[in-house]
T-cell receptor
Framework: DTEVTQTPKHLVMGMTNKKSLKCEQHMGHRAMYWYKQKAKKPPELMFVYSYEKLSINESVPSRFSPECPNSSLLNLHLHALQPEDSALYLC?????????????FGPGTRLTVT | RKEVEQDPGPFNVPEGATVAFNCTYSNSASQSFFWYRQDCRKEPKLLMSVYSSGNEDGRFTAQLNRASQYISLLIRDSKLSDSATYLCVVSLFGNQFYFGTGTSLTVIP
């Protein structure tokens, strides 16, 4: 079962709100990723977790705060976002960090910041 | 210089046509190569991994040329359902994945 789930599917939030995006996989994958995707652009990497530890942070503003509570879950906490942060946020996982396995993506959360 | 370059298209082809996409990558240490397909407002889905010897999956054939640092995807007998954006993805050190800009394909009846 190659499935990554994400909640919520859609989220509208004001610039002063705090919200969280959730991602879950039960494939035993030990690498998990957050991407941001704007319309007609490829996904842009935000964060990588390897064995539940943050291994890559692509200079993402601190208003985005990732968390990996366990090997199956990945959260992205949002606070004081800007309208330009509106995008599709994709979670992905891959089998083992440092190897050549493919990534599997969740359906994404479509975020609108008003 | 971008890690992965793709012709964004769009490619508009009639049903039944054969279409090829190419992708070049800049880092010769790249280890793994993939083609993903992304439908409008959906997530990328793995189409196929690309192996050094080339590989085929039905109407789809992927090739890798390490010497020239390019990857190709050939789609034979195009179907309407093949209309999508095709993303070339290159992996370096296993957990760094670099995406091309994507190539848009529309198959016309």
């Amino acid at each position: 079962d190659t499935e990554v789930t994400q909640t919520p599917k859609h989220l509208v939030m004001g610039m002063t709100n705090k919200k969280s995006l959730k991602c879950e996989q039960h494939m035993g994958h030990r690498a998990m990723y957050w991407y941001k995707q704007k319309a007609k652009k490829p996904p842009e990497l935000m964060f990588v977790y390897s064995y539940e530890k943050l291994s890559i942070n692509e200079s993402v503003p601190s208003r985005f705060s990732p968390e990996c509570p366990n090997s199956s879950l990945l959260n992205l906490h949002l606070h004081a976002l800007q309208p330009e942060d509106s995008a599709l946020y994709l979670c992905a996982s891959s089998q083992t960090p440092g190897t050549s396995y493919e990534q599997y993506f969740g359906p994404g959360t479509r975020l609108t910041v008003t | 210089r971008k890690e992965v370059e793709q012709d964004p298209g769009p490619f508009n082809v009639p049903e039944g046509a054969t279409v090829a996409f190419n992708c070049t990558y800049s880092n010769s240490a790249s280890q793994s190569f993939f083609w993903y397909r992304q439908d409008c407002r959906k997530e990328p889905k793995l189409l196929m991994s690309v192996y050094s010897s080339g590989n085929e999956d039905g109407r789809f054939t992927a090739q890798l040329n390490r010497a020239s640092q390019y990857i190709s995807l050939l789609i034979r007998d195009s179907k309407l359902s093949d209309s999508a954006t095709y993303l070339c993805v290159v992996s370096l050190f296993g957990n760094q994945f670099y995406f091309g800009t994507g190539t848009s394909l529309t198959v016309i009846p």
